[in-house]
T-cell receptor
Framework: AQKITQTQPGMFVQEKEAVTLDCTYDTSDQSYGLFWYKQPSSGEMIFLIYQGSYDEQNATEGRYSLNFQKARKSANLVISASQLGDSAMYFC???????????FGKGTTLSVSS | EAQVTQNPRYLITVTGKKLTVTCSQNMNHEYMSWYRQDPGLGLRQIYYSMNVEVTDKGDVPEGYKVSRKEKRNFPLILESPSPNQTSLYFCASNDLPRANTEAFFGQGTRLTVV
């Protein structure tokens, strides 16, 4: 069964610094996707970035990029030039084999200070 | 604007009093699902629906019911709520999970059962 592991319960970074949030995954699928979502303190889930397993290039969306290392089964989120508004919980997720659900990691809380 | 709308955002209720959390999407998505989020556990799927009148259990369906009479609506029903159902609930919709498209999440419903 699919599994997502986020080993960093909390991360602290200063404004304008870059930060990497770790995500490792376990899947038996040949074709799969990795998603990252942001959850601010207000509670909503905001889609950030997606990486397909057959995508040759690492995905990027503005200040967000995904460091995808297939052999290591890792899909780390890199946030460049952190902002105070980046303070939130971040979740990594992947679809189940049947494609009927997303499997989420337990999340990483990012705190950005000035 | 593409969106998933949940109501209510906040609800405090008493044990045993039936309640319904509504969910509506305006994107004509076939696939909808419900998740609950608990501290330290991430998000877990309760129920999902692949289309009208097609629903199935997720990982934690006990104590919940759903219905899908129309494509846009997917209400979550708690027939006899108990304190262990105190949680943050999310409704989500996708084009198709296996299409590896982003899931659109509602704003969340914070439910407290006393």
């Amino acid at each position: 069964a699919q599994k997502i592991t986020q080993t960093q319960p909390g991360m602290f970074v200063q404004e304008k610094e870059a930060v990497t949030l770790d995500c490792t995954y376990d899947t038996s699928d040949q074709s799969y996707g990795l998603f990252w979502y942001k959850q601010p303190s207000s509670g909503e889930m905001i889609f950030l970035i997606y990486q397909g397993s057959y995508d040759e290039q690492n995905a990027t969306e503005g200040r967000y990029s995904l460091n995808f290392q297939k052999a290591r089964k890792s899909a780390n989120l890199v946030i460049s030039a952190s902002q105070l508004g980046d303070s939130a919980m971040y979740f990594c997720a992947t679809p189940t084999e049947a494609g009927t659900a997303l499997i989420f990691g337990k999340g990483t809380t990012l705190s950005v200070s000035s | 604007e593409a969106q998933v709308t949940q109501n209510p955002r906040y609800l405090i209720t008493v044990t045993g009093k039936k309640l319904t959390v509504t969910c509506s999407q305006n994107m004509n998505h076939e696939y909808m699902s419900w998740y609950r989020q608990d501290p330290g556990l991430g998000l877990r799927q309760i129920y999902y629906s692949m289309n009208v009148e097609v629903t199935d259990k997720g990982d934690v369906p006990e104590g919940y019911k759903v219905s899908r009479k129309e494509k846009r609506n997917f209400p979550l029903i708690l027939e006899s709520p108990s304190p262990n159902q105190t949680s943050l609930y999310f409704c989500a919709s996708n084009d198709l999970p296996r299409a590896n498209t982003e899931a659109f999440f509602g704003q969340g419903t914070r439910l407290t059962v006393v």
